[in-house]
């Protein structure tokens, strides 16, 4: 299921200093999990049980040196709660949850993030920049019901690809695809935005789009993979 992007971007010609704050909505497309990966039971958190919607925000702060160098920090919280039975008995952590147990399941997936960015292409109708991301994650999955519970807390650093491509066809309408992605043996993970965007002024610009966030890991301590559906609404300042 997809969703629309809107965000309003306020912008510099010689701008150095950028902050983005982004928010909206999230949903759930699949998020599957089994601790131990190896002897743990694999359910879903939105198909055995029932994940929320909710809604969620980000925080981007950027700096950019002679107009192609760009440094950025990104602080991207992410916890979804879920909650219902599963018809089987669920080995989780540590813990046996008996067939048809009411239970509550929290997801958490804090995402930081320091990026490097070169844009090697800035011309009338095209910019094209890439880069490296280094991603710290703050993960936690748990399990409870009454009498039971079982958890799995994972804290570790990701190296990913960042890319940026804005397509400038016409005057005041754009396209731009962006994103932070990578995949190994050891797991994978993409965060990623389409949109189209819409130069108001020569400060102001709206864009509208979509991002997902998909990825995960398996291996002997934990499976998990999930994707979620975002949209969201923003403003850009750059200074």
């Given at each position: ?7 309003f971007v306020y912008s510099?010609a010689n701008a150095?200093?950028g ?8 949903s759930?497309?699949y998020?599957d999990?089994?601790i ?5 039971t694999?359910?879903?958190?939105n198909?055995d049980?029932?994940a929320?919607g909710?809604a969620?925000?980000r925080?981007r702060i950027?700096?950019?040196i002679?107009?192609r ?10 916890t979804?709660r879920s909650?219902?039975?599963v ?13 048809n147990?009411i239970?509550d399941?929290d997801y ?6 320091l ?5 090697f ?5 095209l910019?094209?920049g890439?880069?490296?991301t280094?991603?710290i994650?703050d ?5 409870k019901?009454q ?6 807390i994972n804290?570790?650093f990701v190296p ?7 397509w400038k ?5 754009n396209?731009?695809l962006e994103?932070d992605?990578?995949?190994a043996?050891q797991?994978?993970a ?7 965007t819409?130069k108001?002024?020569d400060?102001?610009?709206?864009k509208?789009?979509y991002?997902?966030l998909e990825?995960?890991a398996?291996?002997d301590?934990v499976y ?8 969201s609404?923003?403003?850009?300042f750059?200074?």
């Amino acid at each position: 299921m997809a969703f629309i992007l809107i965000a309003f971007v306020y912008s510099g010609a010689n701008a150095q200093f950028g902050i983005d704050l982004e928010a909206g909505y999230i949903s759930t497309v699949y998020n599957d999990v089994r601790i131990p990966g190896d002897q743990g039971t694999l359910f879903s958190l939105n198909k055995d049980l029932e994940a929320e919607g909710k809604a969620f925000y980000r925080i981007r702060i950027s700096y950019t040196i002679n107009s192609r160098h760009i440094v950025s920090g990104l602080f991207a919280p992410l916890t979804i709660r879920s909650d219902g039975s599963v018809s089987k008995e669920v080995n989780f952590a540590g813990e046996v949850f008996p067939a048809n147990t009411i239970m509550d399941a929290d997801y958490k997936f804090n995402s930081y993030r320091l990026t490097y960015r070169y844009d090697f292409i800035q011309k009338p109708k095209l910019d094209f920049g890439a880069g490296l991301t280094g991603k710290i994650r703050d993960a936690r999955i748990a399990l409870k019901s009454q009498g039971l519970a079982g958890e799995k807390i994972n804290t570790g650093f990701v190296p990913l690809i960042n890319f940026r491509l804005l397509w400038k066809p016409f005057d005041k309408l754009n396209f731009l695809l962006e994103g932070d992605a990578l995949a190994a043996p050891q797991g994978r993970a993409e965060d990623v935005l389409a949109a189209v965007t819409y130069k108001i002024s020569d400060i102001v610009t709206m864009k509208a789009g979509y991002r997902f966030l998909e990825g995960g890991a398996d291996n002997d301590e934990v499976y998990t993979f999930s994707m979620f559906n975002y949209a969201s609404a923003g403003l850009v300042f750059e200074f």
